[in-house]
């Protein structure tokens, strides 16, 4: 763990800030959050996010919505609902000819953010507009950013309706889901805001806890909300986005027992067994290929570090460990 005391004193000074913002929210200062929402022809699914967002307990301060070239009626659709709500901006770009997961949306999200002044804000969500949100979810998810000033991102988690029912699409406890990225400004400041490459949303969350922020994401009936379209089919189907999570895996820099570990405990997941497989070989294709890796050795140390001890103890012990120590360096700093 000595490897990245730096880091955690480097970022002391987020946390102390971030103490006495949350502070400062509680007493009912807050600025209020912002979503923005990259798109692409979601006009079969968006009139649900947009009416469970319009419902919301604590609706956002604003929303910018992207438009990623859609050809379908997703522009009509926005424009309806934008000339109904002054909180809602939205923007286009051109049409690049395909939809394009990962990266390009990080693109999209990017092309909302550089729009506004996010320093305006207290809070930040990258928003999907695939999803039917409960009506509390917002205002939860602010409620305890504000009781934890060392909470970086969080969010609830997902679920598909299948022949009637609610089956969960499995997250772990330690990760905010890319669907509903609820940060912190300052914490995504602080991490440098999402890379623009494969597995944006696996790396800041270990970037946050090697920063000494936490990330969580909590199964909760009021923070239950649907995904309307199940992940990694938004492309070439699921078996393709399968094996673009694996490489995505081997990208950021995760272990091949890890990998392993992780497509073992997919098995009872929808596709069943060929979905592991399918992601195991996305990594051991990469890996035979020698492809790139995440061009930050450092933070591949870190991730790797934590996975061996996830392997060795569980996870829930390794986050308590890695909490313990973030806790320890970061209140030695603040003393």
């Avoid at 999200?109 to 729009?115: I, L, P, R, S, V």
């Avoid at 997250?171 to 805001?193: H, L, N």
């Avoid at 969350?205 to 920063?211: A, D, I, K, N, T």
Wanted: hydrophobic fraction near 40%; aromatic fraction near 10%; include cysteine.
């Amino acid at each position: 763990m000595n490897e990245v005391t730096a880091s955690l004193r480097a970022s002391a000074s987020g946390l102390r800030s971030a103490a006495a913002e949350g502070t400062s929210s509680s007493r009912g200062t807050g600025r209020g959050y912002l979503l923005i929402s990259p798109c692409r022809d979601e006009a079969k699914y968006m009139r649900e996010t947009l009416d469970s967002v319009i419902g919301q307990s604590v609706r956002p301060a604003k929303w910018v919505i992207v438009d990623d070239g859609s050809t379908d009626e997703t522009p009509s659709i926005l424009a309806q609902y934008q000339a109904k709500h002054d909180w809602i901006e939205v923007l286009t770009r051109d049409n690049r000819g395909r939809r394009s997961v990962g990266p390009g949306v990080i693109e999209a999200f990017y092309h909302g953010y550089n729009a506004v002044q996010p320093d305006d804000y207290e809070f930040l969500c990258k928003l999907d507009l695939d999803l039917r949100i409960p009506s509390r979810y917002f205002e939860i998810l602010i409620d305890r950013m504000r009781a934890n000033p060392r909470l970086g991102t969080c969010s609830g988690k997902p679920y598909v309706e299948e022949g009637g029912r609610l089956t969960v699409e499995k997250q772990g406890d330690d990760v905010s889901v890319g669907m509903t990225k609820f940060y912190r400004i300052s914490c995504f400041k602080a991490i440098g805001g999402f890379v623009r490459e494969v597995m944006w949303d696996g790396i800041d969350c270990h970037r946050c806890r090697m920063l000494g922020w936490l990330a969580v994401s909590w199964d909760e009936a009021d923070l239950r909300f649907v995904h309307l379209r199940p992940m990694g089919s938004s492309q070439r189907g699921v078996y393709v986005g399968r094996m673009r999570h694996g490489y995505g895996q081997y990208f950021m820099g995760t272990g091949f027992l890890f990998m392993a570990a992780s497509a073992v405990s997919r098995m009872n997941q929808k596709p069943y067994v060929l979905g592991s497989l399918a992601m195991l070989w996305g990594w051991l294709k990469s890996a035979l290929a020698g492809l790139p890796r995440y061009d930050d050795e450092e933070f591949r140390r870190f991730l790797r570090r934590y996975q061996r001890r996830v392997l060795l103890v569980g996870k829930k012990r390794a986050l308590e460990e890695l909490a313990q120590f973030n806790g320890a360096a970061s209140s030695a700093e603040l003393a």
